[in-house]
Structure formats: C-alpha cells, structure tokens
C-alpha cells in the first residue's frame, strides 16, 4: 500500500476493513459522524490517536500506520510497512506481547492494555489503554490486527 494521501483516497478500502472491524468487535464508532468512507479514512489518518494495524503473515508486518502513529514511532511510511510488527517492541517485552496478541486472538479485542514500546531512533514510551482487534472482513474473515491508543508518555 502506498502512503495514504487525497491521491488513493487515503487508503479508503483499509480504512472501511478497520472501521468494520471496530465497530463489529466494540459496538462501537472509531470515528463518530464520520459523513463517507472517505471522510472516515481521511480523519482516520489525520486523528490525534495512534493506530497501527498488521497483516496475517506468520510474523505479522506492519501494514498501515496513521500519521500520529508514523510520528510517535518516528518512521516514514516505507521503512514502518516493512517492519515486523513485533520489532515495536523491545526484546525484553516480546513474552508480554505475544500474551496480549494471543488473547487478541482468541476474544476478538481487548481493551485498557498496557505496554512499551519502542521508536526507531530507540526513543521508549509506554502506551495505556490500548484497545487492539482483530481485523476481520465482512464475512469474518482474519485479516489481521488493529491497535489503538491516544495515551502515551516517553521514559
């Protein structure tokens, strides 16, 4: 996928699997009085939360970031949609990753986690009250997971 811009309608179709995703697993609007798919991609990618999303690889690649996500994590979008998604986190964090990514797996989404990751100039943050789902298409098919969060703080 190529950075989101006015140009591919900001990814328009990825952002329409993660809105239906969010709003199957949480009964829940993202992106309340969202007016169009469009609209809700492009504020999608403008928002003032992070959101990270993976495909279904055996090690899952990061495969869309919004620009505060790109920012917080300090990529541009070529090098974030090569990385492994589990390269967000330090070694020593892998364990608590790999629970929380299981437990994704298995209820559809939790809410309120908790964990620390890690820029790519090796710049740490913990981010509280993550909600992460799975994505899944309109036939419930797995496409991969969503994280979310707008609570962050450097140590």
């Not at 504020?43 to 690649?61: G, M």
Request: with cysteine.
């Amino acid at each position: 996928m190529d950075y989101p811009s006015e140009t591919n309608n900001y990814l328009v179709e990825h952002a329409k699997l993660i809105r239906h995703s969010y709003s199957h697993w949480l009964l829940d609007e993202l992106i309340p009085q969202s007016k169009s798919e469009l609209d809700f991609a492009k504020r999608l990618f403008e928002a003032d939360f992070a959101l990270v999303t993976h495909n279904t690889e055996a090690e899952p690649v990061f495969n869309y970031a919004n620009q505060k996500a790109l920012d917080l994590f300090e990529f541009n979008w070529q090098d974030f949609t090569r990385l492994a998604s589990k390269h967000s986190a330090e070694p020593v964090n892998q364990s608590e990753r790999e629970r929380l990514l299981t437990l994704v797996t298995k209820n559809g989404y939790i809410n309120e986690y908790e964990g620390i990751r890690i820029s790519s100039t090796g710049k740490r943050f913990v981010i509280r009250n993550a909600i992460v789902w799975n994505l899944v298409d309109e036939n419930q098919v797995y496409q991969g997971q969503a994280a979310c969060f707008d609570q962050w703080s450097y140590l």
